[in-house]
């Protein structure tokens, strides 16, 4: 591992940027079968408390009341990634990398680089509207959520001035959940670098980490 700012290597001098290339509707996908779960758990729950609290016609509210979160959780993941991934980029210097999307910002330099491991998405804002509601979320992102392979490191994540409110609590959640880097105590974030290139290893993002940081893929 290196220590400090690594020597510039010849051929990787000058920064250079990736956009990403996912698309949201891939991802969309991937969460339909979790509500079809979810609402049917929604269900048996809400169900089973609207019939304890004596209300008419229980299970059919319970169904309308399953059906809504599914479809706030569906909603607030859409927009996430419809207001992240079309303007997200990695740029690499021969300082590290640096993820950028709309309102926020990731470093991580080369000498805080561990190595590859496994990373997601963002988990949604937990609102703690309540017990049951709280499950359900919990219950849906687990199921939806499908670890990748990223470089992970201890990370700087920097939110722009007008990042909203609910996007701000979302990102402290996530950041306060995260490992700490034994090293240097900062929480350690991941970097899907397939995001930007499906062969990455073979690409010039792979070059860029054999030229700083050669011993992250031996």
Not at 70 to 91: D, F, W
Not at 175 to 200: C, K, M, V
């Amino acid at each position: 591992m290196t220590s400090g700012v690594p020597p510039v290597v010849s051929g990787f001098e000058s920064a250079e940027t990736f956009t990403n290339t996912i698309n949201i509707n891939s991802i969309l996908r991937r969460i339909l079968p979790m509500l079809g779960l979810q609402v049917f758990v929604g269900w048996v729950l809400f169900g089973m408390l609207l019939n304890a609290a004596g209300l008419p016609v229980p299970w059919l509210f319970g169904l309308v009341v399953a059906a809504v979160v599914a479809a706030v959780v569906y909603s607030m993941k859409k927009k996430q990634l419809a207001s992240t991934i079309p303007s997200a980029t990695l740029t690499i210097s021969p300082t590290g990398m640096v993820l950028t999307e709309r309102y926020s910002r990731l470093e991580l330099p080369w000498d805080r680089v561990r190595g590859l491991g496994e990373a997601d998405l963002m988990d949604p804002l937990n609102l703690a509207v309540g017990p049951v509601a709280t499950i359900l979320v919990a219950l849906g992102t687990a199921l939806w959520k499908r670890p990748q392979q990223a470089l992970m490191g201890a990370s700087t994540v920097t939110l722009s001035p007008d990042a909203p409110a609910m996007l701000r609590a979302q990102v402290r959640q996530n950041f306060e959940a995260w490992e700490s880097d034994p090293r240097t105590g900062q929480p350690e974030g991941g970097i899907h670098l397939s995001n930007y290139d499906q062969d990455w290893r073979q690409s010039r993002i792979g070059a860029w980490i054999r030229a700083y940081r050669p011993d992250v893929l031996v």
